[in-house]
């Protein structure tokens, strides 16, 4: 190739005053033009949203026996129902056992103080047994047994102030029926000689042993312990000859595991209040055997007793 300089030809080259024979045709691209005027802010990263306060969970307020109720009937002592279909109501029991031998007996509006059912006798088991807007309330005696116990009953709306033992499910092998608790609040306290005694608490909100299937909906348990006498579990259903629990939307603090389970079952919205543990917030038993919601978290409690959730609930054992 020839290129043309000012002096003549040379080939292959460019020499000499190739920029001037060119003269203007040739523009050389200088410095990228920097507009003028304020430099645009860099966007500031958006904060953390703030986790939303969960709906709120049955209550020391909203269970039990109504503001204001007063019993039409006032008992001491111990008191057996004989007939199917029994209804109790506005009734006040302190210091005793409310023996439930027939079928299908409601207990409404029943405050017992100090006191508790047992629905089982022999090798009967009496089904149908329902509970409903009643309190158990531990007052000058720390009875030392479940509040409630075998099988084949339903408590709604009910409370549980102080026991150091709640709901027992059991006698399968009695044929006691399912048993259901919903929209109830549950607070089992030690006993008051557990310290100084040096007793082996052994204290839970909800206990299976040989038990029917369990289900529990809406409700708040909470073991609250001290120092030197911790309970077992604000929930536990071991592999005990328990048959299976369904879990939905319930809210549990307190124990050396708060929620244990040792059967097949279904775990949806459990909530578990944060550091309320000992060792773990969890144990299952198995948790190929139990189907794990996606809403089970662990959650904060704040002083206006509202809840937020802090991180996911995995399924785990010990």
């Known amino acids: 190739m020839l290129v043309a300089v000012a002096g003549g030809f040379v080939g292959g080259l460019v020499v000499g005053g190739l920029l001037g024979w060119f003269g203007a045709g040739i523009q050389i691209p200088g410095p990228p033009v920097v507009p003028s005027g304020p430099a645009t802010p860099a966007a500031s990263p958006e904060p953390a949203p703030t986790p939303s306060v969960l709906d709120p969970f049955p209550t020391a307020d ?20 004989w007939d199917d279909g029994a209804v109790l109501e506005d009734l006040r029991l302190t210091g005793g056992t409310l023996y439930v ?18 629905n089982d ?25 479940p509040v409630i116990q075998a099988g084949g009953y339903t408590l709604a709306r009910v409370k549980m102030d102080g026991p150091s033992e709640g709901a027992r499910v059991g006698e399968l092998a009695l044929g006691c029926g399912p048993v259901l608790i919903e929209d109830s609040w549950l607070r089992i306290a030690p006993p008051e000689r557990c310290v ?15 038990g029917p299937e369990l289900t529990v909906r809406n409700t708040a348990i909470s073991l609250e312990q001290v120092d030197g006498c911790p309970g077992t579990a604000a929930f536990f259903y071991p592999d005990q000859g328990n048959s299976r629990a369904v ?7 307190g124990g050396g595991y708060v929620f244990r389970l040792g059967t097949p079952g279904t775990v949806d919205g459990l909530k578990i209040v944060d550091d309320s543990w000992e060792y773990a917030p969890v144990d299952v038993l198995d948790c190929r ?18 809840l937020r959730a802090v991180e996911p609930l995995e399924c785990a054992g010990a």
């Open 247 to 253: 879990v939905d939307r319930v809210l549990l603090s």
């Open 196 to 210: 100084a005694d040096e007793v082996d608490w052994h204290g839970d909100g909800v206990q299976g042993y040989e």
């Open 121 to 145: 006798y022999g090798r009967d088991c009496f089904n149908g047994l329902r509970i409903e807007d009643s309190s158990f309330v531990r007052a000058d005696t720390d009875l030392g047994m």
């Open 101 to 118: 031998r027939a079928a299908n007996v409601t207990l409404r509006r029943v405050e017992l103080v100090d006191a508790r059912v047992v």
């Open 289 to 306: 055997r139990v189907e794990w919601g996606a809403d089970n978290e662990i959650v904060a409690r704040a002083q206006d007793g509202s």
């Open 62 to 81: 909203t269970t039990g026996v109504p503001d204001g109720w007063h019993p039409a009937e006032e008992l001491t002592g111990d008191l057996t129902v």
